[in-house]
Structure formats: structure tokens, C-alpha cells
């Protein structure tokens, strides 16, 4: 018996084939899309969380830093220049590191340790990248130990002792200055420190004065001096958040007025509103002088920590914030932050415009979900060991942030304008003097 044969198929012309090929990259493309996110023109800045690894350690971006912290710093010892002793210690040396060790003036002592004990501390001036020089010079002045005069004669009596520094036009060594007055602690420093890298709070004096200290090039924006009571937050810490739910205040300011538009704007916005917006009157002095314990209990009462500018543009308040966990609203309006390059601070703060804080401001703040504020407290706890000072040896650390941006300043074209060099390479001065044969006092630039 003959099985009757099945129908013959339609050829399967090159038309065909082309078709079939559409279809099947139509269907992948749409699958494909359905497991992304809508592409939109505005491309938001990547994640917090992209700055670290899996084992929570800071990784810093390639592009303009270099893929490996490789640095040479030499330290200045005291014994070793004179009148660096007295930037120190005072004209007569009774002032102590311990002594300065606190208030905003702490970082001076702080990095200068750090920098001692640093794994990238040469002991060898020729093969330093970069030469940090050590001054308590603000916790001196507040306490006495040197004058505005004698401060300015004293840096330029060291600066003159310092053939490296003539050599780099001073480019290659580093100063600190952490009080809001910056570098204009030293009178004269638009004439010797001109080229040299500032780390400093301040970005900007401009209100009192006709040119800022810092220059976006060759500077550097360090994080305040917290208390160190309320950056341990691996272990004890003198104050532990509240829970969101439990805060009483929307806002709170702890601050003084120093008679200052935007802080006697925010002082009377809470007599108007005192159920949402906390401002006792900070007294520092006397038996009703807030304490230290006190104070850090009333900011983290509240889910928003208010930082308006104060004498200059930065204020404590907001690195503050970020160990009692309430999110920082900047109301200034010039203020620079530390690592800018790196930190994404729209995720976990607030910037306000400072000509517009009245009740508006605490409708906005009123309008956002606790949701959202959880999510930009938890984007700073990520980044908050960025304004811890520890060694640079650990995972996360204001240090290893400062030694990063610090290889970001190597230039490595260390002659100034002062120098000169002969056919064999070496380098000499005006009078044909080679290098190492300098002698002291050597006029600076």
C-alpha cells in the first residue's frame, strides 16, 4: 500500500530569510529593552556606593588620579628650619600639640601626625613628589603664642631657609590652614604662597576681602574637625542617632547669630515655627553654656541639620550631621566641599538657596518622604569615613581622600621661574650657584 505523500512546502526564498532575520532581531531588541531602564537626555551622576568595593573599601576614580596611590612626602622637622618651632609652639615654646589638638584649628595637628606616620613619608628631600610643611599656627595665635606680625615674619624667616621651596617656586609644598580665615592667617601669603598647594575648610573670603585664598587648581578642600567622640562609630560613640520616627523637630540650626542676615533669618523662622524648626540660643559661657553632649543631642533631634554660613563660608554643622544622621541643608551659597571631584553630594544633602530661607524652605522640607530621607541617610553613612581623620592605611579615611587629591597635584615640572640649568643637567641659581651648594637666607620669588 502507497502512503499518499504530504503537501510540498513553499520554497524558502533569500526574501525568506532576510525576513525571518528581522523578525528575530525585532523580538531580541524589545526583550532587551524590557530589562533596562528608559534611556532619558539627563544622565544622572553613578551611585555612592560605586566609590567602594565589595570589601568596602574607598576605590578613587582613574581618570586624573592614576590607577595606584604612589606618593613621596617629605615632613619638615621642627629642628630643622629655625622658627618653624615657634609656628608650633609659640615665640616661646610653651604651646602643646595636645592643646590644639581640638577645635576647628585640630587638623593642623591631626594631618601633620598622620603625615609622620605615613607609609608615604620619605626621609630623603630629592626623591620627595611633594613636602609638607607643619604649623599650629591658628591654635598659636588663639592662645597667644605669636601676634598677626610675628606670625607673617616667622613664616617668611622659615620659607627662607627652604632651598627646595625656592627651587619649586613652592609649588611642590603643602600648607594648612583650617580656620575659616584660611591662608590669610599669614599676611603675606598672595606673595611667598602663591603657587603653593592649601589645604583649608575655606573656599571663600571674598565678603571681607578683595581675593580668596583658594584656588580650585592647585588647592585642596579638606573636611572640619569633627569631635572625635562622634566620628567613632565603629565602637562607642558619645551620641547615637535617633530613630526617624522618634525626632521631634523637622529642622533644627545650632548656632550663633554673629549677626549674620541669613542665621537672624533662620533664629526668628523658628519663633514663627518653633514646632518644626529647633534654635536655642547657644550659650558659651556660664552656667546655661550647652555642653558638649547637650549640643549633640539637640542636632540629632531633627531629620534636617541646617548649616547657613557663619563668619566665612563653611560651618561644621554639616559634617556634623552626618555622625548624628540627619541630612545637611547648605545655606551658602559659595561653599566648597571636600572631594567634589568624587562625591556625589545631591544624594545625601541639600543646597538651598540662602536668599530665599523662610517658610517655603520648610514647606520643601516638610514635603519630602521619609522614605526618601532614609535612603540619602544611608548614601551618608557610605561617605562619612571620608571626614574621619585616621591613616591612610585604612579602607576609608579623610587622609586617603587628601593623599588622592594630593597625587592630583603632583606637577611634575618642579623648576620655578628661579631657577636655571646648564648643559649637564644640573641646577644652579642667578649666580651660576649649583643647587645643593644654596645657602641660607635665600630670597624668595
Known amino acids: 500500500m ?13 526574501a525568506h530569510q532576510i525576513g525571518a532575520l528581522a523578525l528575530a532581531s525585532i523580538v531580541f531588541f524589545f526583550a532587551r529593552s524590557l530589562d533596562r531602564p528608559a534611556t532619558c537626555v539627563y544622565s544622572p551622576s553613578p551611585p555612592t556606593t560605586s566609590l567602594f568595593d565589595h570589601a568596602g573599601t574607598l576605590r578613587w576614580p582613574e581618570r586624573g588620579y592614576g590607577s595606584v596611590l604612589s606618593l613621596k612626602i617629605y615632613v619638615y622637622d621642627e629642628r630643622e628650619i629655625d622658627g618653624l618651632r615657634a609656628l608650633l609652639r609659640g615665640r616661646d615654646g610653651r604651646i602643646s600639640a595636645e592643646s590644639c589638638f581640638k577645635g576647628q584649628w585640630g587638623t593642623q595637628v591631626k594631618i601633620h601626625q598622620l603625615m609622620l606616620k605615613s607609609k608615604f613619608r620619605t626621609l630623603k628631600k630629592e626623591e620627595a613628589d611633594l613636602f609638607f610643611v607643619p604649623s599650629y599656627v591658628k591654635c598659636v595665635r588663639m592662645n597667644g603664642g605669636l601676634n598677626d606680625k610675628e606670625i607673617n615674619q616667622t613664616y617668611v624667616k622659615v620659607l627662607s631657609q627652604m632651598p627646595y621651596f625656592r627651587l619649586s617656586g613652592g609649588r611642590d609644598h603643602i ?49 572640619g574637625n569633627v569631635d572625635d567622640g562622634m566620628t567613632n562609630f565603629m565602637g562607642s560613640s558619645i551620641v547615637q542617632p535617633i530613630p526617624l520616627s522618634k525626632r521631634k523637630y523637622l529642622a533644627n540650626f545650632l548656632g550663633r547669630a554673629q549677626g549674620k542676615v541669613g542665621r537672624l533669618q533662620l533664629a526668628e523662622l523658628a519663633k514663627q515655627y518653633p514646632n518644626k524648626l ?13 555642653g558638649r553632649t547637650e549640643y549633640f543631642n539637640h542636632l540629632r533631634n531633627a531629620k534636617f541639620c541646617v548649616a547657613p554660613r557663619g563668619e566665612s563660608s563653611w560651618t561644621l554643622r554639616f559634617y556634623e550631621s ?19 571631584n568624587v562625591i556625589d553630594y545631591t544624594q545625601f544633602s541639600i543646597k538651598w538657596p540662602s536668599t530665599k530661607i523662610g517658610p517655603e524652605l520648610l514647606d520643601y522640607l516638610q514635603s519630602i518622604p521619609d522614605e526618601v530621607i532614609h535612603e540619602m541617610l544611608a548614601h551618608g553613612r557610605l561617605v562619612r569615613c571620608l571626614f574621619v581623620y585616621a591613616p ?7 587622609m586617603l ?26 641646577i644652579v641659581n642667578r649666580d651660576l650657584v649649583e643647587f645643593h651648594n644654596w645657602r641660607t637666607p635665600v630670597p624668595l620669588p
Open 2 to 14: 502507497v502512503t499518499p505523500s504530504r503537501a510540498r512546502a513553499p520554497p524558502c526564498t533569500r
Open 278 to 290: 529647633e534654635s536655642p540660643e547657644l550659650k558659651l559661657t556660664g552656667p546655661d553654656k550647652l
Open 175 to 223: 600648607f594648612v590652614f583650617p580656620s575659616g580665615a584660611g591662608a590669610h592667617l599669614f599676611r603675606s601669603w598672595a606673595t611667598f604662597l602663591n603657587r603653593s598647594i592649601i589645604l583649608t575648610p575655606e573656599g571663600d573670603r571674598t565678603d571681607k576681602r578683595d581675593t580668596s585664598a583658594f584656588n580650585t587648581w592647585k588647592d585642596i578642600i579638606i573636611p
Open 392 to 398: 591612610e592605611t585604612g579602607p576609608c579615611s579623610a
Open 322 to 340: 552626618f555622625f548624628v544622621e540627619c541630612v545637611p541643608v547648605i545655606l551658602s551659597d559659595k561653599v566648597e566641599l571636600p572631594f567634589q
Open 401 to 426: 581622600g587628601i593623599m588622592w587629591e594630593l597625587q592630583r597635584k603632583v606637577r611634575r615640572f618642579h623648576q620655578s621661574a628661579e631657577t636655571f640649568w646648564l648643559h649637564n643637567g644640573s
